[in-house]
């Protein structure tokens, strides 16, 4: 049964956010226009991911010898990193980019007169 968690102009201005749904909680995200949402659960150990902080992912530069030169950011890729140990998910695939076996369970959300609505 969907569960209205608010707003869609709410989550698009705070980029992230942790809602109730029921008796769990997701994280939504706002992502190159669209919400995404994430059971806010973590696969290695259930810690709450979704409370992690966003970064870019960190790339690393190789020379034609394909050594390692130098580190950057992707200029659009983000990670979420899970605060309990770390585990690094893609925001907007849910996988561990080092393991993408390991993934978030998603949460199918929709839009109905701007209102959001959270599937379990």
Known sequence: MPVNIGKASDFETAG?????VGDKEAGIFAVDGRLIGWLN???HMGGP???GK????????LDAE?????????PSDQNIVCPWHGVEFDVRTGK??????????????????????AHL
């Open 54 to 61: 966003l970064f870019a992912r960190v790339v690393e530069p």
């Open 96 to 117: 561990v980019p080092a393991n993408p076996r390991m993934h978030l369970k998603a949460i199918r959300l929709e839009v109905v007169d701007g209102d959001v609505y």
């Open 66 to 74: 394909r050594r390692s030169w130098a580190q950057a950011h992707h």
């Open 41 to 43: 659960e973590c696969p």
């Open 16 to 20: 992230k956010k942790v809602v109730a």
């Open 49 to 51: 991911v979704c409370q």
